[in-house]
């Protein structure tokens, strides 16, 4: 069978995947409704399936949709890497590299490896999924990102779980808050405190609990958010404290927040490397992994950050 579509075809529907709509994808691509329609259908008959859901609010990807998007970002990527190389515009050291990193992560950690990187591949463009951790196992094993950073998937058959860092879990409070006067905390010290955390379906929450199932501490959650980030604001308001992991903590000295570390038990989650058993990256997408692994075990796998 012979597949037969335009580039330009997989541009549109990728743009409309990243809009939400043929409106908006239209004005960007400088063509009319009708015309982007034409080449979605071009592109869904040339596939031989339907790509996108068209409902009066919303488009979404259909099964092969969601399928069809990470390939069609690689061959877009690709192209545009082969067309810099051939006009001269590029280089050996030229290319993209795409990472599904945990939100916590994203924040001080990765910026880091990708300074040091960039030292040495300066033309290096980044893809950054900043996603809770379920999703970017999802984006990984799908091959929207090359590998990702995440703090679980060593128990997924289609993934290997390389470990980088133990990032610790500790409190963070108002400078004037009484907790901030101890150096060092128990998990019973934070009993009728009201704390500050993620939902109770996000892993984080899960290690905490289930670090704390076999002890008698009733920890009050009074606020739930979606990213540990939000929680700083509500903290820096005196409204509560947090428990969070050391990265996801704003750097000393800050002039609102403490953190103090929590003991009895010290409570843990790894951070590592996520790779597909079975995938290849891009020769660039290498150097920059083991980059990342040989930092990490120089630099040691445990972070303080206290």
């Known amino acids: 069978m012979r597949i037969n579509f335009e580039l330009q075809d997989v541009r549109a529907f990728l743009m409309i995947l990243d809009l939400g709509g043929f409106h908006r994808a239209a004005d960007i691509l400088g063509m009319s409704q009708p015309a982007l329609s034409r080449r979605i259908q071009a592109l869904e008959f040339a596939v031989g399936a339907p790509l996108l859901e068209r409902t009066t609010r919303r488009v979404a990807p259909t099964t092969i949709g969601r399928?069809?998007?990470?390939?069609?970002?690689?061959?877009?990527?690709?192209?545009e890497d082969s067309?810099?190389?051939?006009?001269?515009?590029?280089?050996?050291?030229?290319?993209?590299?795409?990472?599904?990193?945990?939100?916590?992560?994203?924040?001080?950690?990765?910026p880091k490896v990708i300074e040091q990187f960039s030292r040495s591949y300066e033309k290096i463009r980044f893809r950054i999924l900043d996603l809770p951790a379920n999703d970017g196992l999802e984006a990984v094993r799908?091959?929207?990102?090359?590998?990702?950073?995440?703090?679980t998937g060593n128990a997924d058959a289609d993934l290997?779980?390389?470990?980088?860092?133990?990032?610790?879990?500790?409190?963070?409070?108002?400078?004037?808050?009484?907790?901030?006067?101890?150096?060092?905390?128990?998990?019973?010290?934070l009993e009728g405190e009201p704390l500050i955390g993620v939902a109770r379906s996000s892993v984080n929450r899960q290690i905490i609990e289930s670090a704390l199932a076999k002890s008698d501490i009733k920890l009050v959650w009074r606020f739930e958010v979606n990213h540990l980030a939000t929680s700083m604001g509500l903290v820096e308001r005196g409204l509560g404290v947090s428990v969070l992991p050391v990265l996801a903590t704003p750097p000393n000295p800050h002039p609102?927040?403490?953190?103090?570390?929590?003991?009895?038990?010290?409570?843990q989650r790894t951070i590592g490397l996520v790779e597909r058993k079975s995938g290849r990256v891009s020769p660039i997408a290498q150097r920059f992994r083991d980059m990342l692994v040989q930092r990490d075990n120089a630099e040691g796998t445990h972070v303080s950050g206290l």
Not at 67 to 79: G, H, M, S
Not at 87 to 102: E, K, N, P
Not at 142 to 151: C, H, P, S, T, V
């Open 160 to 189: 290997a779980f390389t470990p980088l860092l133990e990032d610790t879990f500790v409190l963070a409070c108002h400078r004037g808050h009484k907790l901030s006067a101890k150096e060092e905390l128990s998990w019973g010290d």
């Open 83 to 110: 067309v810099l190389n051939v006009t001269g515009l590029g280089d050996r050291q030229s290319g993209h590299i795409t990472i599904a990193c945990v939100p916590t992560a994203v924040v001080y950690f990765l």
């Open 142 to 151: 799908r091959g929207e990102a090359d590998f990702g950073i995440n703090f």
């Open 256 to 267: 609102i927040i403490v953190t103090r570390p929590i003991v009895a038990p010290i409570v």
């Open 67 to 79: 399928t069809f998007a990470p390939i069609a970002r690689r061959l877009i990527d690709e192209f």
